[in-house]
């Protein structure tokens, strides 16, 4: 019985070594299963059939930089304002007068676009409409004087030019053809940081913000979700194919830096502003003679539609035509229009003297006017330096309702370009509205004229007014003697 147990007992160790050593084998292998799938080189990515799910391809963008980071600017501006400090006796002051000297007041920088080989530069008005001074740097280090040859506050364009030939330059792409979704590239300086290249998609087209405050502004922005920054304004939205198809000019932001969508001028509109700044030094606007309801209007009566035409002016291009008012304009030259904006854009196409088909809906039936558009003097005729509202050098535009309002003005006259001339040598910037000279209202270029003319040799001229941001100014100067 005892030798019975004790073989039992041996017979029991030796299973139990067996189970041990096999279940030391089994740990050994797993153990080391998981240390080889924890490797690098073990790693497999997750896939459906036969597609892995991270096998995105993306599109070569180099040759689009590479073309792009050539043919863009560093703009930098200076700006000086005049200051007149008295002596301390008031009574010298009103005889001889104050001292006046030139102070820097702010200096800014943004992007610009070489879009000639001859040196012709697209900008953002906004980046140089208080330079008194304008220099570029090129992607080459290169550092050149430049000279604003026209601006247009309407679609914040501007047109500088450097004195250089042979220069590498973008040509325009087509603006239209873009599709939702199709990569672009941003090229520009922000923060300083010259030859800066962001990627993202074109996220919407024709967008309309209300950023450009004057009344016949143009806004028709290419959305898009590249990181654009201050400093960036005024550089190029490209294809892939490294073709200018935009200019960057405004982000949505609560802080001021790049928080997701950035907007571009499509070249739609680029080109027609830059050409007619270079040939006339001011944009051509074509206007149909026409007078639209209002949105306060249109709540009143909801069965007005947006593009309902209340008035035709007078021996204007559509009255010509044959429109009336009632009609509702659906397009322009096959073109589709809803809103206001819209027929705004399509009409910045065309010059005075174009001839341009006008769908309208009448008693519910659609209808086609050819119409010849006219300026807004009500002819056919390019205006040129010449036509324009001119006086000390400077060019004037009437101001708007919402200037008046804004600014609580009764009357005034806003420095459209303030030239070269006298306006420019008291510090006076673009923008500025001239309400009073010598203490009487104006309203016009000529008001400013037939005042200044009154004033006799040597007796003194003092101008007040007020910028757009609501800061009240005066200068003054001498009437010098006739010659």
Known sequence: MKIKNLFFLLFASVLGGF???????????????????????????ASFGSSNILDVSYPDLTFAAEKAVHCVVHVKIKSTQTQYSGSGNPFYDL??????????????????????????????????????????????????????????????LALLKVDETDLPYLTYGDAEALRVGEWVLAVGNPYNLTSTVTAGIVSAKARHLGIIST???IESFIQTDAAVNPGNSGGALVNTRGELVG???????????????????????????????KDFGHVQRAYLGVNLYSSEERENDTK????????????????????????????INNVSVKTYMELQVQLSKYRPNDQVDVTVIRDKKTQQFKVTLRNIEGNTEILRGDNTNTVFGAIFEEISNRDRQSLRIRSGVKVKDVGEGKLKDLGIRNGYIITAVNDKPVSSAKDIQTIFNSVASKGKILISGVYP???VAYYGFDKEPDK
């Open 469 to 471: 941001n609501g800061q």
């Open 304 to 331: 007005l539609e947006e593009l309902c035409i209340k008035e035709v002016r007078e021996n204007s291009g559509a009255a010509v035509a044959g429109i009336k008012a009632g009609d509702v304009i659906t397009a």
């Open 215 to 217: 009344e016949l502004g």
């Open 247 to 277: 200019i960057n000019t405004a982000i949505y932001s609560r802080t001021g830096d790049f928080s997701g969508n950035s907007f571009a001028v499509p070249v739609t509109i680029v080109q027609k502003v830059i050409a007619d700044l």
């Open 95 to 156: 005889f001889y007068g104050y001292r006046r000297e030139r102070v820097p007041v702010e200096a800014y920088v943004g992007s610009g676009v070489i879009i000639s080989s001859d040196g012709y530069i697209v900008t953002n008005n906004h980046v140089i409409s208080r330079a008194d001074e304008v220099e570029v740097s090129l992607n080459d280090q290169r550092v050149l004087p430049a000279k604003v040859i026209g601006a247009d506050p309407n679609t914040d």
């Open 19 to 45: 189970i041990a050593v096999f279940a030391y084998a089994r740990l050994s292998d797993s153990k080391e299963h998981v240390s080889n799938a924890a490797s690098p080189s073990h790693f497999h990515l």
